[in-house]
């Protein structure tokens, strides 16, 4: 049963899954700080099982692109600094190494806002995802055909300059990107922003199918706390850098807290946003 404190809360259906073996990721009572003045992560933890989607949630500024750059290591060139704690992955510490290493050894990000190379076509923003492989003509070729039967608009669309593809098609070109490197994680960061919800339901569908065929192991930021519960099977989340509940996502769907600060529903229905605005000033697991 979900409760609700200012700490960490450990659901034991979860833990079940953790304790029994390594996490492949870990992150562990992480503090980061901007510019040496903005503190942004206050001791904050997680754990990712081996070929599971975790989301991790909250609203805009809550800390969800932070804590994943400092996975990726993609934090010091936005002048952050880990002050505390630790990240491993595969049961190695990693936040120490730079992010074409953690490429390497498996765990890649899709950034927010996708990042293509505009003047890049499709298959040359693709190709670019495997420049950390050795590998032959022949293999390279199988990736981007395995890439082309998740992501069949990709095929359609391989010669058109990415810059003039929907956002929709831009997304799944940066996760295809990834997908060429041969990742066993992949960091995913607001896969919905700016994308029509039909592609949104797309996407995310074949993120599950990337999970349960390929093994990929998710850790997903995502503001669209109702589709990401629905796709995830365990939830982390954050409010101003903290990590304020946690739990398998069905329990964290139904938790009448989660529905009605994140979903604006309540057992008495669906909430105006004014009356939102006063409950959230009540939310009981905050300090």
């Known amino acids: 049963m979900l409760t609700k404190q200012t700490t960490v809360l450990w659901i034991p259906a979860c833990a079940g899954m953790t304790t029994n073996m ?22 904050v933890s997680l754990q990712v099982p081996q070929g599971k989607i975790v989301a991790l949630l909250g ?38 190494l730079t992010p074409n290493e953690l490429v390497r050894r498996g765990l890649s990000q899709v950034m927010e806002g996708r990042h293509c190379f505009g003047h890049l076509t499709i298959e040359e923003n ?4 495997a420049y950390t492989r050795s590998t032959s003509r022949s293999e390279l070729k199988a990736s981007l055909e395995k890439v082309y039967y998740y992501f069949p608009r990709l095929r359609e669309r391989r010669s058109s300059q990415a810059g003039y ?3 929709g098609e831009q997304q799944m070109c940066a996760i295809g990107r ?5 990742p066993s994680m992949i960091l995913l960061d607001e896969p919905s922003m700016g994308i029509a919800p039909q592609i949104v339901e797309e996407i995310f569908g074949i993120v599950r199918d990337l999970n349960s065929k390929e093994n990929v192991s998710f850790l997903l930021a995502e503001q669209n706390t109702s589709i ?59 300090a």
């Open 165 to 167: 593809t929907s956002g």
């Open 59 to 96: 609203a805009n500024g809550a800390g969800k692109s932070t804590t994943l750059k400092t996975i990726s290591t993609l934090l010091r060139g936005e002048r952050g600094d880990v002050t505390k704690g630790e990240v491993q992955f595969k049961g190695e510490r990693i936040d120490q």
């Open 228 to 286: 990401a519960l629905r796709y995830a099977d365990f939830g982390y989340i954050l409010e101003n850098g903290r990590v304020v509940m946690e739990g398998a996502a069905a329990d964290l769907a139904c938790n009448e807290d989660v529905k009605e600060f994140y979903l604006g529903v309540s057992g008495a229905g669906r909430k105006s946003f004014r009356d939102m605005k006063f409950y959230r000033r009540r939310k009981r697991w905050l």
């Open 22 to 43: 390594t996490p492949y990721l870990s992150v562990n009572n992480v503090e980061v700080i901007y510019d040496h003045v903005i503190l942004v992560l206050k001791g």
């Open 126 to 129: 693709l190709l670019t995802g």
């Open 178 to 182: 990834a997908l060429m490197a041969k």
